[in-house]
């Protein structure tokens, strides 16, 4: 049987979250961060683009594996061995 | 969205269609549950909630479907176009309300099964076991929701409109929609409004993938030269932001983060999953969807820079339109592609509309008339007397979306603002033993005035910062200080303890 997992009960989740969402928000750039222009993106939304898909693979991340508190139960009645 | 070279008819047929199909759905629902004699219409969870046993692909597309409005396309396409890379801010705040989800969903989903709750105001009724918190809970949230609701009403005429270059004018359009959204909601509930999100998700996403495609074929797939272009003729929407701007990204990242999450079709939506599993895999999913939405939103309004210079903002408001008849200008498969792309605007509106009436609907049958008006009555006739205010409801914002009141018009703006209010309540009701209902009565009534206040004052944000996070900041404030100062016997907070135990 896996542990109860529950997200509000690790500190770390939510400290690398708000990391993760400072980090792409656009302050700590000198006004001439625009160049070089990569696939697009001036540079500074470039690195903000790339904090966003690890925001989306981190919280899918979390989701799928931070999270755990009656699926084995559930997943037991429906007579499902995991 | 007026000029449209792909418009008159063949918008109408496309249009007909999909009610066709979403009246197919209402009709397939009703049958399905008349044959296997679950009698699922005629209880409350059964209505509302689908009988709490929606699979991973119904599930995924209402979480979808119902988080992505219409305006997404059309008023986002706008803004990216007018505020340039800094709209990128739209992908992260949608993404957030998975963090959102992850603050509450997983312990509350938990209890919703175990102690069956229909809406949110049940958990709040558990939690705090009081009637002012539940009352203004629940009128915050019928206001904030009733308001939501005339966003899409409107949006649903403008858009079809746009569509139909005005073979359907605008109040035929909004009555013939509401007909068949009231019809199919009326015979399947929320399993009606789910299989429906999952035909409205997927022509949502189709269109999107038409709009990219248009766009790479415009630009000839050189996005690389739209950012110079833009570098050279409108600097300020590539330069790197202003403090101001950055101040209301993260506002936003906040305010949507939270907000959107405790929408309270939202939080109905964490009751009805089947399961755990299909619950945390539609979620995980969903982290992804904002990339190839509000991302895809973004990258048009971006290219739309460079091929339509110098649109000002009732012009770029008609982009989409604008956009859309450069695309279908390319010929029969870019026209057909275009259609999908509208029809994909309008299935996104009802979609959004739906799933906001139902939500509406139950709490008029359970947290007014069911808690204080005949508890007694059997669950068919709660549903029936939602049916009825749910229909009353519309007809008076029918109403008021073609008669705006001169004066206080923006009681009918405030929605995000006032919904966010419930949070804390939601939150840390659900962690906290010692929040103690008078400091989240008086913190929620509170957050809701001053974030109400700035906005009617016309100071929707300050230096950046949203009204919603102010009265958020107030709100959270009030409880826990309140808390702190309320005693509270031991016993009490064993209590507290007790219901919000896993």
Sequence with gaps: MRKVKEPIKKPWIWIVMIA???????????????????LGFPLWAFVSVIMTVVLSWYLSYLCMHEWNIVEDEEEGQNGEVQ | MNDLTFSGWSGVTILLVYALLMLGVGVWSYLSDKKSGTNMQETMSGYYLAGKNLGFVALFFTL???QYSGNTVVGYAASGYRMGYAWWMSVPYMIIIIGGYLLFAPRLYALAKRHDFLTPTDWLEHRFNSKAVSLLATVFMVWGLGNYLLEQLVAIGQGVQGLTAGT????????????????????????????????????LLVGLTAMLVGGFVLTGGHFGEVASFIATNAPEKIAVPPMKVNNQWFSMLILVGIGAAVYPHAIQRIYSAESERTLKKSLSRMAWMPLVTTGV???????????FPGLDKMGSEQLVGLFANKVAGLGGFYYFMMLLLFGGIVAAVVSTADSVLLSLQSMVSKDIYGRYINPSAPDTKKIKVGKIVGLIVVAFLIYIAWNPPGTLFEIFVLKFEILIQIAPAFMLGLYWDRLSKWPVFIGMLSGGALAGIMTWTGHKTIAGWYGGV??????????????????????EQMKNQKTSAL
């Design chain 1, 20 to 38: 993760i969402l400072v980090l792409g928000v656009p302050w700590y750039f000198p006004d001439s961060a625009v160049n070089p222009i990569i």
């Design chain 2, 297 to 307: 939103v973004f990258a048009i309004g971006i290219i739309s820079i460079q091929i």
């Design chain 2, 64 to 66: 979808y479907a119902t």
């Design chain 2, 470 to 491: 102010f009265g958020l900041v107030l709100n959270i404030t009030i409880c826990v200080i309140g808390s702190y100062l309320v005693s509270m016997s031991a016993e």
């Design chain 2, 168 to 203: 359907i004018p605008y109040q035929v359009a909004v009555i013939f929609f509401v007909i068949v959204m009231v019809i199919y909601e009326w015979l399947g509930g929320m399993k009606a409004v789910a299989f429906t999100d999952v035909i409205q998700g997927i022509s």
